[in-house]
């Protein structure tokens, strides 16, 4: 029988009750679990006792997880610790957690000094997951949008999150992105896409212009932290109407100052606008 009843946890082990895929990854956080029990180290016999495994079934998940990088080998190689990826993973859910701690504050001032809904923002592959937004009680269009992903290449939050990619790695980057038509406004082609975020950086700030929505527009920043690496976005939103040329740069201004203030708290000191070479 591979499965024990308990742990050193106190937890049940009914595993025979589980399909395979759902049994395996069971047994993998089990795993886990032990190791962080043991920071110094354990054996695979020890790993296998202690959660009620067969020694090979401890080896192959051991084997998995050390080539993505979750657990390593002690300096004397006789046990297993966690893996450097484990801190990695944890150290980008408590900046999301910190960011929203100390964006919240800075949003509300920009929400105030704008009278239009602001957007705080993280990059997930090609898409934008909005995670936090402040809006004023008279707005007419009420968002309810959190944990909602939209693409990257149409919104200010998107080119925001891209700024620094130089020209090389945004191709390389973009090579086979769609370029999806949301609106006749939308960028279409990486070139014109390279040459809108060269105006950004220029400018301070990027700018959404009815390209998501024919009847919103954005301008956004991007957000560091104390690796003066880009880790969120910020943006201001709102009717195009009430968006006009003069508008979009003074609302451009504020989300650039507000943007810096939140990497300040994040950590970062330095300029906001870094171009890679």
Do not use: W
Not at 114 to 136: C, N, P, S
Not at 162 to 182: A, M, N
């Amino acid at each position: 029988m591979e499965r024990s009843t308990g742990t050193k946890s106190g937890r049940q082990k009914t595993g025979k009750s589980k399909p395979g895929s759902v049994r395996s990854v069971s047994r993998t956080i089990d795993l886990l679990e032990e190791l962080a029990n043991n920071p110094r180290g354990i054996g695979l016999i020890e790993l296998s006792r202690k959660t009620g495994l067969h020694k090979s079934t401890v080896f192959r998940l051991l084997s998995v997880l050390a080539e993505r990088g979750y657990v390593q080998k002690t300096q004397e190689g006789q046990g297993y610790t966690l893996g450097l990826h484990l801190v990695e993973l944890a150290n980008s859910f408590l900046n999301s957690l910190d960011l929203k701690i100390e964006a919240r504050p800075c949003m509300y001032e920009l929400t105030e000094a704008t009278r239009h809904t602001v957007f705080l923002a993280l990059r997930q592959g090609f898409d934008v997951v909005y995670i936090d937004k402040t809006e004023t009680f008279t707005s007419l269009r009420r968002y309810s949008i959190i944990g909602t992903r939209v693409p990257i290449h149409c919104t200010s939050l998107g080119k925001a999150l891209l700024l620094d990619y130089s020209d090389v790695e945004l191709r390389e980057l973009l090579r086979d992105y769609p370029f999806e038509k949301k609106t006749p406004n939308t960028i279409s082609n990486i070139e014109d896409f390279i040459e809108n975020l060269r105006l950004a950086r220029e400018r301070g700030y990027t700018i959404d212009d009815r390209e998501h929505e024919l009847t919103v527009r954005c301008v956004g920043a991007p957000i560091r932290d104390y690796s003066k690496r880009i880790i969120a976005a910020i943006s201001v939103s709102g009717v195009a109407d009430s968006f006009s040329p003069e508008k979009i740069q003074e609302y451009g201004e504020k989300v650039r100052q507000t943007a810096a203030e939140i990497s300040r708290r994040m950590g970062y000191s330095g300029g906001i606008y870094r171009r890679k070479e």
